[in-house]
């Protein structure tokens, strides 16, 4: 038999390729090709799943089943899911190491072991580490069982015996399937165990939860190289300095995507967060220049977010500018509007941003919220507690309409905010009630927006 040459394969994007590269050609990412050996035996029937279907479909004959879903008790973490987990969908939840993904796990394992019969697969740790963790997270149920092993073929073997109603895998990075040479954590292995996941859940009907780590060496595949294979990608992200975290669907096959959750890390596991906007306004500076809110919509939802601006002469040479959570280009172009459209003289003055509680505001309402902070500190003059802006500036300095308005006016009036600056071309198609019940200001252009804030 001829000797196998080996090939190359990207951790990040999967790209193969039979030469090695210190960068990889197909997403640009520095020493993540890896060398992998091909297969030289043919998967096993593990892998290929049931083939039998050959014949077309008429698409109009197919009966549609209506999907079941398992709710999981936990209201963020059904909401990014679409309403509960489909019956025989595979779920990849990903994340940093650390960020909280066996601790959210376990915590839904208290609800779903209510009714169902949930296996927790650990490649990770000890059934005492995990012990120890379920008592700090109080969990008490005799429907959750534990299964601390790596191997894939026996994994899927006792998935067939026990027949449970759920599977959590954790983490796919340490799952091998001995028919496949390379390392656990390599793109081949990590692929085809996923595959094999897959088949399992499609095949026995039985949801699947897996969880991939991101990792920022190139030695063990990403998540990345799996997204195309699952059904339904969620992103467990969060700050390091901060406690709270947001669970975002990116992709669904089952539901809407861009659908957040959002919770805190306390000392007993993770806690939902009903009211992110009051979580994120908490602790507001009162009667302080440069600071102002904003709404923005993360998916369907309305969050309200604290924007401050620093504006103050420059030492010596060229001004600097900083930016946290708003894009940084965005920023020196609302700069430049203020300067060019408004009249507000930035040079020689330092600029700061930053959006309180690690929010990243990448939407475009946002912009008038920016700019309103710079003039605020500017100009020394602080914006009153009770106002919220928000609206697109435009490069002629026109307040452009923003989507979701009259759910971002309700956001603002639930959290007892009692003026709104909005663009003028949202104003029109409000309802009545909202105008009655707030201060609605349209705004056309920027000098408008700053004439309502200073008339008061
Ligand atoms: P973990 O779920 O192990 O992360 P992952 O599986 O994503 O790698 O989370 C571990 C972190 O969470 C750890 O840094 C400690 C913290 N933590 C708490 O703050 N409170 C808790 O109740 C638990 C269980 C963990
Ligand atoms: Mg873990």
Partial sequence: MAKLKPIYICSECGYESPKWFGKCPGCNQWNTMNE????????????????????VMQLNEIKEDVEKRITTGNKEFDRVLGGGIVIGSLVLISGDPGIGKSTILLQICQHLGKNH???????????????MRANRLKIDTDKLFLLTQTDVSVIVETIRIEKPDIVIIDSIQTMVYE??????????????????????????????????????????AGPKVLEHIVDTVLYFEGEKNYSYRILRGVKNRFGS?????????????????????????????KNTSGTCVACIMEGTRPILAEVQGLVCATGFGTPRRMSTGFDYNRMSMLLAVLEKRAGYFFNNMDAYINVIGGMKLDEPAADLTVSLALVSSLKDKAVDDNVLAFGEVGLAGEIRAVSNCEQRLFEAYRLGFERCIIPFHNYKSLPKEIKVNMDVVPVRNIREAFSALVEE
């Avoid at 595959?195 to 039985?206: D, L, P, R, S, V």
């Fill in 117 to 131: 019969k949930v296996l927790y697969v650990s490649g990770e740790e000890s059934a005492n580490q995990i012990k």
């Fill in 257 to 285: 995507t861009n659908e957040i959750g959002v919770f805190e890390m306390t000392g007993s596991g993770l806690r939902e967060v009903e009211n992110p906007s009051l979580m994120m306004i908490s602790g507001r500076p």
């Fill in 36 to 55: 992998e050996l091909p297969n030289s035996t043919p998967l096993s029937s593990v892998s290929k799943g049931n083939s039998a279907v050959t014949q």
């Fill in 179 to 220: 028919e496949i040479s390379s390392s656990a954590g390599s793109v081949t292995q990590v692929r085809e165990c996923t595959n094999i996941f897959m088949h399992t859940a499609k095949g026995m009907g039985i949801p699947i939860i897996v969880v991939g780590h991101v990792n920022k060496d190139g030695a063990i």
